[in-house]
T-cell receptor, first 116, second 112 residues
Framework: NAGVTQTPKFQVLKTGQSMTLQCAQDMNHEYMSWYRQDPGMGLRLIHYSVGAGITDQGEVPNGYNVSRSTTEDFPLRLLSAAPSQTSVYFC???????????????FGPGTRLTVL | GDSVTQMEGPVTLSEEAFLTINCTYTATGYPSLFWYVQYPGEGLQLLLKATKADDKGSNKGFEATYRKETTSFHLEKGSVQVSDSAVYFCALMSNAGNMLTFGGGTRLMVKP
């Protein structure tokens, strides 16, 4: 299994440009999520999905859109990039994360995004 | 809302030294607690976890005990190695929720 894969690894955008960060997992996980990592702030949840066709907002959703048309893929879209979105983005997945039943979240290697 | 506070780094130790990284949390109910590790250039990996009070999570020589009375989950290792150099994140998940809340991370540097 490849686990959780993310593309691209690095990206530089100009303010106002749009792009999609790709995330895929081959473990048949129901739950997928996107985090951003900023210095001294840990990881903050952007959006998550509990299954195909179902998405919801996390802690910092503004400026980002997601969709979940298949179990495997969970792309993150920046419609109009801003310098405040310069960050490292991580995708994660797990089998189930409802209530007290916890399964380990597996993280991708990350995408380092710079917005000029 | 839920929050996690961990000691700021970097923490610099010599090889074979004792390690403690403090973590305290604020949450309603009975959250599950986790330590994640991030090696340079990589994503996060689950290091250990504890799902109820007084549970001790352990892995690769690291340990942490879920202390509800002090709302703490401090990470310890008796003898660190250079290969332990990484960023360590404390995190929680509330029973009612479906998302992880992370602390700010603590960078550990171990010198030979």
């Amino acid at each position: 299994n490849a686990g959780v894969t993310q593309t691209p690894k690095f990206q530089v955008l100009k303010t106002g440009q749009s792009m999609t960060l790709q995330c895929a997992q081959d473990m048949n996980h129901e739950y997928m999520s996107w985090y951003r990592q900023d210095p001294g702030m840990g990881l903050r949840l952007i959006h998550y999905s509990v299954g195909a066709g179902i998405t919801d907002q996390g802690e910092v959703p503004n400026g980002y859109n997601v969709s979940r048309s298949t179990t495997e893929d969970f792309p993150l879209r920046l419609l109009s990039a801003a310098p405040s979105q310069t960050s490292v983005y991580f995708c994660a997945s797990s089998y189930s994360i409802v209530g007290s039943s916890y399964n380990e979240q597996f993280f991708g290697p990350g995408t380092r995004l710079t917005v000029l | 809302g839920d929050s996690v506070t961990q000691m700021e780094g970097p923490v610099t130790l010599s090889e074979e030294a004792f390690l403690t990284i403090n973590c305290t949390y604020t949450a309603t109910g009975y959250p599950s607690l986790f330590w994640y590790v991030q090696y340079p250039g990589e994503g996060l990996q689950l290091l250990l976890k504890a799902t109820k009070a007084d549970d001790k999570g352990s892995n690769k020589g690291f340990e942490a005990t879920y202390r509800k009375e002090t709302t703490s989950f401090h990470l310890e290792k008796g003898s660190v190695q250079v290969s332990d150099s990484a960023v360590y994140f404390c995190a929680l998940m509330s029973n009612a929720g479906n998302m992880l809340t992370f602390g700010g991370g603590t960078r550990l540097m171990v010198k030979p």
